[in-house]
Structures are given as C-alpha cells and as structure tokens.
C-alpha cells in the first residue's frame, strides 16, 4: 500500500517537473492556436492542452531510452511461457477492480462472474498464472473506477495525459488512483508471504508487462496530428465502454 502511494506521489511530482521544464519548441504559440482550432473540431474538451503536449512529449522520450529499452531486454531474457504467465496473473487481479466496481454500481450478477473468474483463476490456475476461466468459457466483464463515476453521472471533465501512464481524462486518472488503492486493499494474497502485489518490483513488473502488450509507439503514424488522433480515439473507446458498461449489470 505504501509502494503504492509512493508511486502515485511520483507521477504528481513528474506532472510538476514537465511543468516548469517542458520542451519549448513543441508549444510555439501560433502551433497551438491552430491546434486548438482542431481540438475543437474532434470536439474534446482540452484546455490544458500546451501541458498536456509537454507531458506528451515527455513520455515519448521515456519511453524511447526508458520503458522500451526494458520492454526488449525483458522479451530477450524471458522465456514466452513466462511472460504468458506474467500477463495472465495481472489479468486476473483486473477482476478484482471489475467485482469492486460491480458492487459500488449495484450489478451483483457483474460482480460474481468477475470474482468467479478470479476465484477459478486464482485456484485452478495456480495463482492466476493460467487462465483457466477462459478455457471454461466464463465471461469477462470489466468495469474500473471512472465507470462507476460515469455510472453516477461524474462528467469526463478535461483531456490529460498523464505522465508515463498517457491518456486520461480528469475523472479517469482519479478513478486510476482510486482503483489502485482499491486493489491493494483488497488484496487476496496478502497471506502468501511469496506474493506480494503491493510491492515495487511487482508494480515495475506490471508497468513491463503492460508496456510490452501495447503496441502505440510514439510518433510512429507519421502524422503531424498524432496527438489530435490519440485524444480522439481515447474519448471514443471510453465512451464504448461506458455504453458496455450501461448495458450490463
């Protein structure tokens, strides 16, 4: 838990730094008018959008001489079985966040098929190692924090992109810290001294893993309006969730 809040505190101590050095070339100011013009145009709300392309930026240079370099030498030091592994079990801890959610927004059939999931995975999967409840046919529903808020009528509030994390909007990056508190408080192996989700080395292990199964790379469309793109599809995908998420229960 306080692995946890220690990684938050960091992503808030980045968002400062991005602030005060941003790259300056990347926000002339007749760049951004133009640029706003075409936010408008998709139609998403983005007033902090000149922070919002630093931290883009931001992240394009972490993630070249940062998190990819790792995610190769991981793919080269790990075998494939591994690393399957590695996905399944924080694939199944989602379950968790999607039970909790379930019963915040009153889906009680929601949430026993997530915990059924987990529970099969967690037991005849060896730790979630192996997804057993996918071969059982089970379903796989999903629900996060900023559904919920979405569920209750919370607005998306402004576009963010959030430092290493990348596109959010307001109401998501607080559902994010609110589901990873969540998840750390409900934490079913906090019996087994060998596993603990909760530590620095699982969570740098869960940023590979999910860095890995990404496959966005960074200025690689080859569009001057790679940002504009980005945010809009972000906004579109959630808006598909949150109809998901309505329609089930």
Not at 119 to 128: C, K, V, Y
Not at 167 to 196: F, K
Request: proline share 5%; aromatic share 14%.
């Amino acid at each position: 838990m306080k692995i946890r809040k220690k990684i938050l505190t960091l992503l808030i101590f980045t968002l400062l730094c991005v602030t005060a050095f941003g790259n300056e070339n990347q926000n002339s100011s007749e760049n951004l008018k133009t640029k706003s013009e075409i936010s408008q145009y998709f139609g998403v709300y983005d007033p902090w959008e000149p922070l919002n392309r630093r931290i883009y930026y931001f992240n394009y240079t972490f993630d070249k001489y940062v998190f990819l370099p790792v995610v190769d030498a991981y793919n080269l030091i790990t075998p494939t079985f591994v690393q399957k592994g590695v996905k399944n079990f924080f694939a199944n801890s989602v379950n968790l966040t999607t039970t909790g959610n379930s019963i915040l927004q009153v889906k009680p059939k929601k949430a026993m098929k997530a915990w059924g999931r987990f529970s099969i995975n967690a037991t005849l999967g060896l730790f979630g190692l192996f997804d057993v409840a996918s071969k059982l046919g089970m379903p796989k529903p999903y629900e996060d924090f900023g559904l919920t808020l979405a569920h209750y009528g919370v607005g998306e509030g402004p576009y963010l992109i959030l430092p290493i994390l990348g596109p959010s909007n307001l109401r998501d990056a607080i559902g994010s810290g609110l589901n990873t508190i969540g998840v750390a408080e409900l934490d079913p192996y906090q019996a087994i001294e060998s596993i603990d989700i909760n530590s620095f080395g699982m969570l740098i292990l869960e940023g590979v893993d999910t860095r890995k199964n990404t496959k966005f790379r960074y200025y690689s469309s080859g569009s001057p309006f790679e940002y504009e793109y980005l945010r809009f599809f972000y906004k579109k995908y959630r808006n598909i969730q949150i109809e998901s998420s309505d329609r089930s229960n």
